[in-house]
């Protein structure tokens, strides 16, 4: 296998010279915020549903791809002559088609990860997650933790799935495409509002009632990591700059806890155990009363925290926005079915989500267009 040579080579460690990277999920809460911060570059972007226009979105040559049915053989073309691949794309919904989602989580980073060896692709920057990690103790742990998952999420089972492939193809080409893993805690921006509300909101539940909350029945023992997206993809662009490799953990302080949720909503925190809010949560779900499935919320009470220190120390990074922050922008953003150009990202309509509802096509059954 020859490798393309890379217009990396030479340049000075931190600096980022003009290259073609190659971005999946270009069009999502990370792709968005990384195109923000990657300026002045050839920009591939794949996703399924290309924006039309508008920044961040313009200058980007777009793919139109379903990476639950793209091989490597389709892929390999697209990643020819890149400096670098940025893997973003995953899936969250429709929550009860787990073979969908298996299809474009795990064989979708397959075929990426298979079709940048065959391409001759120097780097390639996973978007893992702390949902990658096995259950902990509600302490920051660092990269060394096990990344085993929460069986009972897919979300965190496919995440700890992509691991295992990085680690397959790391053992298996020694001198090929070199890895890097992101670990971030949960990414928020303000432009995601609306696609929360589809993913995790009912379409009966007005969005403006987040401005308005009396009380937060949830567990106090609830405390899970977060950030901005715009500090994850800056943590991404450094890992860019850099060529840098191997696990960086990512997180800003600090950490959500129920009270911290309840201040940010104004809201009175009340008690309610994790057990008695899964069973309520999972019975809603079988029902397709609400489209966030249980896991979500095995993961919230089971991942530890982040130690970011390996990306403070090796990348110069520091998250510039408080998580607490992040966290009232982004619920501000909710309450205003905030959204942006990218069709992944679109303004929720909730008229638009009941019709599909009544004519038997609920978001957390179908494949949207």
Known sequence: MRFYPSRFAGAPRGHLPDVRIVITGASGNVGTALLRRLTGHEIVGICRRPP????PYAGVRWVALDLADAGPDVLEPVLAGADAVVHLAWGFQPSHDIGYLGRLDVDGTRSVVRAAQAAGVPHLVHMSSLGAY???PKEPVDESWPTEGIESSPYSRHKAAAERILDEH???H???TAVARMRPGLMVQRGIGSALLRYAVPPYVPAALLRHVPLLPLDRGLVVPLMHTADAADAVARVLQ???????NLAADPPITRDVIAGVLGARAVH????????AAAA??????QPLDPGWLDLAFAVPLLDSTRARRELGWEPRVRADEALREVL???ADRAATASPALRRRSARAELAAAARGHPIDTRRLP
């Not at 850099?242 to 960086?248: K, L, S, W």
């Not at 809603?284 to 009363?289: D, E, G, M, P, Q």
């Open 284 to 289: 809603a779900w079988r029902l397709r009363l």
């Open 174 to 176: 020694p001198g090929g």
């Open 272 to 279: 309610l155990p994790a057990r008695a809010l899964r069973g």
């Open 52 to 55: 039309s226009a508008g920044p």
């Open 242 to 248: 850099q060529r840098a490799t191997g696990p960086f």
């Open 170 to 172: 790391e053992r298996s």
């Open 134 to 136: 096995s259950a902990g």
């Open 332 to 334: 501000a953003g909710m």
